[in-house]
């Protein structure tokens, strides 16, 4: 099998799996929470070294990350800690991942906005969108089927100028574009363990200083009363070390991979193969490739795809011969035979 599905998730790095290998055996199995005695004491040091590594990975500081089970909880978190029946409008875009789409509609009261036909955000669309009831606008980084960037900054600089928080939804981003929340100027920020090569099952939410979340779970009250559940330290310890070896390596991999997409495109053009490129070919990640093939049928395309894991849309929302809500938000007809393919 040749994978190209890496968007979807990444298998596990070697050099993660032998951090987290001590915690399957042995003694390293306290309960992070157990403050009594130094089984317990011992997991929460572990705990607390992966939560400054994960913070120094995105520029925060470690008392603003809370440990979750992965983005969509800290996506969720975000909209339900947040909305309120004082303040209960919020603002998305058609492009988010499913679940923040899916947060926002079942709060009730949300303003989806559309991109232009490369998947780009206009940020005076957000300016137009503000009520004096929004709470919170949550866009993503960079977008996980089209690999768009999203100008975060600049529609950061809206929300503060309107007083409204600004999530983001980085779990794409983390390990493929440099990542500094003071510069983003983002008061919330989700991540995900298992995009960078590190465990499933984990990730965290940003929550700058001064911002006030209620909680999603109720229980013990851990990670400072927001996400009750004890937490795994192996999980914690994967995902940071994921975060660490994500830094050191982004630009040798983003290196490589402009220069095997600049080759693949390449080898199609050289066949006369009608392809064009879905999303912006400026703003986006380097190794993200989603392709629309015209005429061609997409079922009929994935099926005698043999031994090449590739996807046709979003592992949360997409499945094969269904035109998914990303490409439909940038224009695609889905009357229209056609395949695309993300890589």
Same mark, same amino acid.
């Given at each position: 099998?040749?994978?190209?599905?890496?968007?979807?998730?990444?298998?596990?790095?070697?050099?993660?799996?032998?951090?987290?290998?001590?915690?399957?055996?042995?003694?390293?199995?306290?309960?992070?929470?157990?403050?009594?005695?130094?089984?317990?004491?011992?997991?929460?040091?572990?705990?607390?070294?992966?939560?400054?590594?994960?913070?120094?990975?995105?520029?925060?500081?470690?008392?603003?990350?809370?440990?979750?089970?992965?983005?969509?909880?800290?996506?969720?978190?975000?909209?339900?800690?947040?909305?309120?029946?004082?303040?209960?409008?919020?603002?998305?875009?058609?492009?988010?991942?499913?679940?923040?789409?899916?947060?926002?509609?079942?709060?009730?009261?949300?303003?989806?906005?559309?991109?232009?036909?490369?998947?780009?955000?206009?940020?005076?669309? #957000?300016?137009?969108?503000?009520?004096?009831?929004? =709470? $919170?606008?949550? +866009?993503?980084?960079?977008?996980? !089927?089209? /690999? @768009?960037?999203?100008?975060?900054?600049?529609?950061?600089?809206?929300?503060?100028?309107?007083? #409204?928080?600004?999530?983001?939804?980085?779990?794409? =981003? $983390?390990?493929? +574009?440099?990542?500094?929340?003071? !510069?983003? /100027? @983002?008061?919330?920020?989700?991540?995900?363990?298992?995009?960078?090569?590190?465990?499933?099952?984990?990730?965290?939410?940003?929550?700058?200083?001064?911002?006030?979340?209620?909680?999603?779970?109720?229980?013990?009250?851990?990670?400072?009363?927001?996400?009750?559940?004890?937490?795994?330290?192996?999980?914690?310890?994967?995902?940071?070390?994921?975060?660490?070896?994500?830094?050191?390596?982004?630009?040798?991999?983003?290196?490589?991979?402009?220069?095997?997409?600049?080759?693949?495109?390449?080898?199609?053009?050289?066949?006369?193969?009608?392809?064009?490129?879905?999303?912006?070919?400026?703003?986006?990640?380097?190794?993200?490739?989603?392709?629309?093939?015209?005429?061609?049928?997409?079922?009929?395309?994935?099926?005698?795809?043999?031994?090449?894991?590739?996807?046709?849309?979003?592992?949360?929302?997409?499945?094969?011969?269904?035109?998914?809500?990303?490409?439909?938000?940038?224009?695609?007809?889905?009357?229209?035979?056609?395949?695309?393919?993300?890589?």
């Amino acid at each position: 099998m040749i994978y190209l599905d890496y968007q979807a998730t990444t298998p596990l790095d070697p050099r993660v799996a032998k951090v987290m290998q001590p915690f399957l055996n042995g003694n390293n199995f306290g309960n992070p929470h157990s403050s009594d005695h130094e089984f317990g004491r011992n997991a929460a040091q572990t705990v607390e070294k992966s939560r400054r590594k994960v913070a120094n990975s995105i520029g925060a500081r470690a008392s603003d990350i809370v440990f979750t089970s992965g983005a969509t909880e800290a996506n969720n978190t975000a909209f339900k800690g947040i909305l309120s029946p004082e303040k209960p409008h919020c603002i998305t875009v058609a492009t988010e991942h499913a679940c923040v789409l899916a947060a926002a509609q079942n709060s009730g009261n949300c303003t989806i906005l559309p991109v232009d036909k490369e998947g780009m955000l206009d940020p005076e669309l #957000v300016q137009q969108a503000i009520r004096p009831e929004t =709470a $919170l606008v949550s +866009v993503m980084l960079v977008n996980n !089927e089209i /690999g @768009v960037i999203q100008p975060i900054a600049e529609i950061a600089e809206i929300c503060r100028s309107n007083g #409204v928080l600004l999530h983001c939804d980085a779990a794409q =981003a $983390l390990g493929r +574009v440099p990542i500094r929340v003071a !510069e983003l /100027g @983002v008061d919330l920020l989700s991540v995900s363990g298992h995009k960078i090569y590190g465990p499933k099952g984990i990730g965290a939410l940003y929550i700058r200083r001064g911002v006030t979340l209620r909680p999603l779970l109720d229980g013990g009250g851990q990670e400072r009363g927001l996400r009750s559940g004890t937490l795994a330290p192996m999980l914690c310890a994967g995902f940071a070390e994921a975060t660490m070896l994500a830094e050191q390596s982004h630009d040798d991999d983003q290196k490589n991979a402009r220069k095997l997409i600049k080759r693949f495109l390449q080898l199609l053009d050289g066949a006369n193969i009608d392809y064009t490129i879905n999303g912006s070919t400026r703003h986006r990640i380097a190794d993200n490739l989603n392709l629309h093939f015209p005429n061609i049928d997409q079922g009929t395309f994935m099926r005698n795809l043999r031994g090449i894991a590739v996807s046709s849309a979003s592992a949360c929302s997409g499945s094969a011969g269904k035109t998914s809500h990303v490409l439909r938000a940038l224009g695609h007809d889905p009357g229209i035979q056609a395949s695309n393919i993300r890589l």
